[in-house]
């Protein structure tokens, strides 16, 4: 596996202004097809200029002390990535942010100009509302949920998509959510890609801890 400094790693993307960058969070532990399926879909039909995958050093709802180092998970991330428009990162190393409403507040500072949509698979809309400062994201930013195998039914129904309802975009009106101001998301319906980290690692092709 080639050798990726932490300085590297943790590289913030280029950007200019008046792009459109979706933003991506996970522990990408490991990263898989599903992660690069949703983020074309999002690059596609909600007429994106990048996508960038933010490896995060640790999920604050998730047990970490097996997570790989993140210098790993990144490497990973971007040989599965493999296209021009997605760029990969572990800024959050660095800016010493733990939640995602702060890395977002510390983009859209660091980056004036540009304008940031948050994308989430299916599966984590169910449990957004256990994220810290749920709603103060939505109002941030606008928000893309992309189906996932399991959760195309049971996304649209969760408590946050409840609270949220009003602010629901039509899905052929996904080429303006970009244009649309905070709070706006939509719900995009995609072929499903049944990889998941979870699977993955429960069946021994997960990335080595050390």
Avoid at 26 to 36: D, L
Avoid at 71 to 96: M, Q, Y
Avoid at 167 to 188: C, D, S
Wanted: some cysteine; hydrophobic content about 45%; glycine content about 8%.
């Amino acid at each position: 596996m080639p050798h990726l400094s932490p300085a590297d790693a943790r590289r913030l993307p280029s950007f200019a202004p008046g792009m459109t960058i979706g933003l991506f969070g996970g522990s990408f532990n490991p990263p898989h097809e599903g992660h690069r399926h949703a983020s074309l879909v999002a690059l596609t039909r909600l007429g994106l200029d990048r996508v960038w995958w933010l490896v995060t050093p640790g999920n604050p709802l998730k047990d970490n002390r097996a997570l790989p180092p993140l210098e790993l998970r990144v490497a990973a991330a971007r040989r599965l990535a493999d296209h021009p428009r997605i760029e990969v990162t572990g800024i959050e190393a660095d800016i010493h942010t733990r939640y995602t409403y702060d890395t977002i507040a510390w983009l859209q500072r660091r980056c004036p100009g540009v304008t940031f949509v948050w994308i989430m698979g299916a599966d984590n809309l169910a449990g957004f509302h256990r994220w810290q400062q749920w709603q103060a994201i939505a109002s941030r930013v606008a928000i893309a949920v992309v189906a996932r195998p399991g959760a195309t039914t049971k996304g649209p129904l969760a408590k946050a998509a409840r609270v949220l309802a009003a602010y629901r975009v039509p899905e052929y009106q996904a080429a303006t959510l970009k244009y649309r101001r905070a709070p706006a998301w939509i719900f995009l319906h995609a072929p499903l890609d049944a990889n998941s980290s979870t699977a993955l690692r429960a069946s021994g092709q997960g990335l080595p801890t050390r």
